[in-house]
């Protein structure tokens, strides 16, 4: 029998098209209201949408910094980067990130995850456990901690199936692995400095020239994430009528999750005492009075001195004679570069793409015109969140809410709806709901790659729930995000 032909690596091919788009389309006669330079930025743009669809976020981000500086768009290669890296988001996650993947590192993670199964409370309650099941990713990936989500979700779904006596390719375990994933989904977007909201509500921040209020998003995240969680369960309890019986008689001693929960080390409870305080001076400034002495403090700190004073902090503070926090090894495993520099790029280019000087917003709202007609701005939502919860099952998540936020800017206008609350149902849409195939995002590919869960036994299981979720979406979340954005 023949091997199958191996995949031709066509990187070279991309990275071709990425410079004809990049160099070339300012070439383009440009089509009014749009200008010259408005033709340059719309070039460097379209080859990072190219680049990021097929070959990552790393060297594409990169061509983007120098072809910013080569047609123009900025006078040196030295001030671009400044543009880009100089963006105080992008310090943020030197920073933050650190702060988050410590309580990994410490094992507070792990010994949260091994508390909640060793509850009394689920013990002969199915229903119960298939939900501590789905929470114990939900929470982790609320946290950041995503990658630790998928290990370890599945470590315990897999238990809870094999003490069970569930074989793990059988109805009942196919949907507990697949709603574990799905979990998953559901607590990214809680907290918006730790997921790709931070880059599209950081870009949009920089169109509109309007700091981002992460307290008015967790008013919209936390409870629409825990409704998310909750239909989750009801849709396999009550549509897909799943089997738990077997489930009542689980021997929770029996669960592979770590090694037995002692007490909490001093570690332990340090760097989660620290992580709220850091939360906790974050979101503050949201709710205090203006000219409040504390608010004032807080405000002026910033985010980013507030991650860095909380860093020193526990760098200094020695248990053991050890710092708490090891920062060189820690942001080993909690820094990601290629994700740092998209978001700078990202920052970058959303600035320059709604410039007055470009064209485009205005280009947009001539092409726009048609849809903006409709009389209900209502409907408008409804269809602009259907088109990008469509493509988002075919692009990357982050890439196509950022090409939709000019046209957020334009409907705003038009509609006198609220941007904010727009962009915040744009990050759902394009970001939880993207799993109906298997190129819609990272987590969903683990998924249908798993053994247990191939695409054509598992998408049935899966499309009813994100339809539930896309109606959330539209009514109890949008009217959620206006109500917080007042």
């Given at each position: 029998m023949m091997e199958a032909k191996a995949k031709k690596d066509l990187t070279w091919v991309h990275f071709v098209i990425i410079l004809l788009l990049m160099f070339g389309v300012q070439y383009i006669p440009p089509v009014e209201p749009i200008t010259a330079y408005g033709m340059k930025i719309l070039g460097v743009f379209a080859g990072l949408l190219w680049g990021w669809s097929f070959c990552g976020m790393l060297w594409p981000s990169i061509m983007g910094i120098v072809a910013l500086a080569v047609t123009g768009c900025y006078d040196t290669g030295d001030t671009a980067i400044v543009a880009a890296f100089g963006n105080y988001m992008v310090l943020n996650c030197l920073f933050l990130f650190v702060l988050v993947e410590l309580l990994s590192d410490c094992g507070l993670v792990d010994y949260i995850c091994r508390r909640l199964m060793a509850m009394e409370a689920i013990k002969g309650r199915p229903w119960l456990l298939f939900s501590?099941?789905?929470?114990?990713?939900?929470?982790?990936?609320?946290?950041?901690?995503?990658?630790?989500?998928?290990?370890?979700?599945?470590?315990?779904?897999?238990?809870?199936?094999?003490?069970?006596?569930?074989?793990?390719?059988?109805?009942?375990?196919?949907?507990t692995i697949i709603y574990s994933m799905l979990a998953i989904a559901a607590g990214s977007q809680v907290l918006p400095f730790l997921s790709s909201a931070l880059m599209i509500c950081g870009a949009f921040s920089q169109m509109v020239g309007e700091a981002f209020n992460y307290g008015k998003y967790m008013i919209f995240s936390v409870p629409f994430a825990l409704l998310n969680l909750v239909e989750l369960v009801l849709v396999v309890r009550f549509f897909f009528k799943m089997d738990v019986e077997k489930f009542a008689h689980v021997d929770l001693a029996k669960l592979d999750v770590g090694s037995e929960a002692s007490k909490m080390t001093l570690r332990q409870k340090v760097s989660g005492?620290?992580?709220?305080?850091?939360?906790?001076?974050?979101?503050?400034?949201?709710?205090?009075?203006?000219?409040?002495?504390?608010?004032?403090?807080?405000?002026?700190?910033?985010?980013?001195?507030?991650?860095?004073?909380?860093?020193?902090?526990?760098?200094?503070?020695?248990?053991?004679?050890?710092?708490v926090l090891d920062y060189n090894g820690v942001a080993k495993k909690a820094i990601y570069w290629d994700m740092i520099i998209f978001l700078a790029v990202v920052l970058c280019v959303s600035t320059l793409l709604t410039a007055e000087e470009t064209g485009i917003t205005a280009f947009l709202n001539g092409v726009m015109q048609p849809l903006l007609g409709l009389k209900s701005g209502y409907l408008f939502v409804v269809l602009f969140l259907a088109v990008a919860s469509l493509l988002t099952q075919f692009m990357n998540n982050t890439v196509v809410a950022i090409m939709f936020l000019p046209i957020v800017l334009v409907a705003s206008a038009s509609y006198g709806l609220n941007s904010w609350a727009l962009v915040t149902v744009l990050i759902g849409a394009a970001q939880f709901i993207a799993y109906a195939t298997p190129a819609a995002c990272p987590n969903a590919g683990m998924?249908?790659?798993?053994?247990?869960?191939?695409?054509?036994?598992?998408?049935?299981?899966?499309?009813?729930?994100?339809?539930?979720?896309?109606?959330?979406?539209?009514?109890?979340?949008?009217?959620?995000?206006?109500?917080?954005?007042?």
């Amino acid at each position: 029998m023949m091997e199958a032909k191996a995949k031709k690596d066509l990187t070279w091919v991309h990275f071709v098209i990425i410079l004809l788009l990049m160099f070339g389309v300012q070439y383009i006669p440009p089509v009014e209201p749009i200008t010259a330079y408005g033709m340059k930025i719309l070039g460097v743009f379209a080859g990072l949408l190219w680049g990021w669809s097929f070959c990552g976020m790393l060297w594409p981000s990169i061509m983007g910094i120098v072809a910013l500086a080569v047609t123009g768009c900025y006078d040196t290669g030295d001030t671009a980067i400044v543009a880009a890296f100089g963006n105080y988001m992008v310090l943020n996650c030197l920073f933050l990130f650190v702060l988050v993947e410590l309580l990994s590192d410490c094992g507070l993670v792990d010994y949260i995850c091994r508390r909640l199964m060793a509850m009394e409370a689920i013990k002969g309650r199915p229903w119960l456990l298939f939900s501590v099941v789905l929470f114990i990713p939900f929470l982790l990936s609320a946290v950041g901690q995503v990658f630790s989500a998928v290990y370890l979700g599945w470590k315990i779904a897999y238990s809870v199936l094999d003490i069970a006596g569930y074989e793990r390719d059988s109805r009942t375990g196919r949907i507990t692995i697949i709603y574990s994933m799905l979990a998953i989904a559901a607590g990214s977007q809680v907290l918006p400095f730790l997921s790709s909201a931070l880059m599209i509500c950081g870009a949009f921040s920089q169109m509109v020239g309007e700091a981002f209020n992460y307290g008015k998003y967790m008013i919209f995240s936390v409870p629409f994430a825990l409704l998310n969680l909750v239909e989750l369960v009801l849709v396999v309890r009550f549509f897909f009528k799943m089997d738990v019986e077997k489930f009542a008689h689980v021997d929770l001693a029996k669960l592979d999750v770590g090694s037995e929960a002692s007490k909490m080390t001093l570690r332990q409870k340090v760097s989660g005492i620290a992580f709220l305080i850091a939360l906790a001076m974050l979101l503050l400034p949201n709710f205090l009075p203006e000219g409040n002495i504390i608010s004032n403090f807080l405000t002026s700190l910033g985010m980013t001195g507030t991650c860095m004073l909380i860093v020193v902090i526990l760098v200094l503070l020695k248990i053991d004679g050890k710092p708490v926090l090891d920062y060189n090894g820690v942001a080993k495993k909690a820094i990601y570069w290629d994700m740092i520099i998209f978001l700078a790029v990202v920052l970058c280019v959303s600035t320059l793409l709604t410039a007055e000087e470009t064209g485009i917003t205005a280009f947009l709202n001539g092409v726009m015109q048609p849809l903006l007609g409709l009389k209900s701005g209502y409907l408008f939502v409804v269809l602009f969140l259907a088109v990008a919860s469509l493509l988002t099952q075919f692009m990357n998540n982050t890439v196509v809410a950022i090409m939709f936020l000019p046209i957020v800017l334009v409907a705003s206008a038009s509609y006198g709806l609220n941007s904010w609350a727009l962009v915040t149902v744009l990050i759902g849409a394009a970001q939880f709901i993207a799993y109906a195939t298997p190129a819609a995002c990272p987590n969903a590919g683990m998924m249908y790659s798993c053994e247990y869960t191939p695409y054509k036994k598992s998408v049935k299981y899966v499309v009813p729930v994100l339809l539930v979720w896309f109606v959330s979406l539209i009514t109890l979340g949008y009217a959620l995000a206006c109500v917080a954005f007042i």
